[in-house]
């Protein structure tokens, strides 16, 4: 075999092994793509869940007491002292909020009536690549009327939806933190 051959070999076999590990690197190495998916901003939400009730804003901020208190009603970490919240003088409120899916926070929109219990949950924005079904307003409405007598479980009050399961469990969690929110904090404000 002539050096020619012999280099041309060499830098074939090169290539291909470079090529290779390159590929594989590549995979190794993917950058994470990020899917938001946006619905709706927080008048909309207020509209789909209350019409044309007139809402005033009424920024809320939990102290640590309150904030240890209600995880333990609640079976849920309360992850932010301050509430984005807006009320009638009736004493409906409307609470924007975010929980985790499964890696990103999902925006979500909360009613509570005036004896606490959910008239309504909307999804602001949704960030994950999957789990978007729990958008449906089928399963968002096993919420409506549910209030802080009884702590929500997935599985057993709130159906799953499978490929959605730590979604539907954080909804579950949000709105079981929520509503013993509304108990021992927003029901006197």
Known sequence: MSFKQNKAKFSRRHL???GVSMTLAGLFFMPKTVWAKHYLDADEARKLIWGDLIFQPHPVELSPAQMKSIKKASKTRVRNAKMNAWKTQAGQWFVLDQIIGKHE???IAVGIDEKGQIKGIEVLEYRE???HQIINPKWMAQFHGRDSSKV???DKQIKNISGATLSCRHITDGVNRLTHTWDQVLRSE
């Open 105 to 107: 926070n999902i925006d």
């Open 129 to 131: 690549s999957y789990g």
């Open 152 to 154: 929500l479980k997935l």
């Open 16 to 18: 291909l092994k470079g």
